[in-house]
């Protein structure tokens, strides 16, 4: 451990992974990555469904890459082994299961406390913590009895299960697609079309309604949940009612609104951070990378630019 780090990454996900290589190539040597999961890019552990197809220009974001990471279209686990080649060629110092509480600025420094009552210190922040660490849930409560059963990833799912999916975004669409080969799915969206999809998840979707794969439940919103004999029923606005074996709520997620202003980070209306023209937050020396960027969420490549072009800016600033 250093007595001081020139860069302090939090946040282990794309962003974070490419701030840490480009600074090691730019010569900054010391740096280190905090990420609070067990190991790098948990959002795409955690909410991927194995063999999930992983785009790199994600709902249609056409992004020239920038920087020394080359990325292409690729599935969870080609992913996943990018990233890790990558942390180990470069000799990243990482400390994970360490999720950063607070970031206090002191003189020409700030001061990183962890979870852990550990503290580092660092010259300069950059905060690459995604969206989806902490998923949107529906508005009504969740019966205790069968939170086991509500879940807001597919990664608990066993054949066979009649599964209602809730959302109108890719993932929604990319989950029941992938649990229609082996389950009954119904979708449901509170509005009547998907407007927020790209092509190709589109165009499975309409294969999927027209090979009677999954069950459409457009236009309607949930009511309430109830446990019926361990199973989930569900509860239409329309006053129609059906029971599943397991519900998957991919409706998005938001940005850790709470420890972004427990920092001092400025915020727009739509809880997304302040930034200039260089990724630079409201303080001086903090930098944000990532998706919570973007008020309906970014790119695994726009997350891999923001990391180039930031530790340039560092880089500019060190001299």
């Known amino acids: ?6 860069i302090a990454i939090i946040g282990g996900g ?8 480009e600074s090691q190539l730019l ?18 552990r955690k909410f991927y469904k194995d063999k999930k ?19 292409c279209d690729g599935t969870k686990e080609s992913t996943l082994d990018l990233f890790d080649k990558i942390i180990q060629e470069n000799g990243i110092e990482v400390q994970f299961q360490t999720e950063v509480e607070s970031i206090t600025q002191q003189n020409d420094y700030f001061l990183i406390h962890t979870a852990k009552n550990t503290e580092f210190k660092a010259r300069f922040i950059i905060i690459s913590i995604g969206k989806m660490g902490q998923p949107n849930k529906p508005s009504y409560p969740i019966p205790a009895s069968i939170k086991n059963i509500v879940n807001f990833n597919a990664n608990s799912c066993i054949d066979g299960e009649n599964i209602l999916v809730v959302g109108g975004g890719n993932s929604a669409v990319e989950y029941a697609c992938v649990l229609s080969e082996t389950n009954p799915v119904t979708l449901n969206y509170r509005r009547k079309e998907f407007s927020r999809i790209n092509e190709t998840n589109q165009e499975n979707l309409i294969q999927c309604f027209e090979g009677g794969k999954i069950t459409p439940k457009l236009g309607i919103d949930i009511e309430n949940l109830e446990d019926e004999n361990g199973k989930v029923k569900v509860n239409f606005t329309d006053s129609t009612s059906l029971v ?3 519900i998957i709520y991919a409706i998005g997620g938001m940005a850790p609104v709470d420890f972004l202003r427990k920092c001092g980070i400025a915020l727009d209306s739509d809880g997304v951070p302040v930034t200039d023209d260089n990724h630079q937050s409201s303080i001086d ?6 998706d919570i960027l973007y008020k309906n969420g970014g790119s695994i490549a726009a997350a891999l630019n923001h990391g180039f072009y930031i530790v340039q800016e560092i880089k500019k600033r060190l001299h």
């Open 1 to 6: 451990m250093k007595d001081i780090y020139e």
């Open 14 to 21: 794309p962003g974070g992974i490419a701030s840490a290589v």
């Open 27 to 44: 010569g900054i040597k010391d740096v280190i990555l905090f990420e609070k999961g067990e190991g790098h890019s948990t959002t795409i």
């Open 53 to 71: 197809r992983v785009d790199k220009d994600y709902k249609g974001q056409k992004v020239e890459l920038n920087g020394n990471i080359y990325f």
């Open 244 to 246: 599943f074996d397991r």
């Open 285 to 290: 020396k903090i930098y944000i990378a990532g």
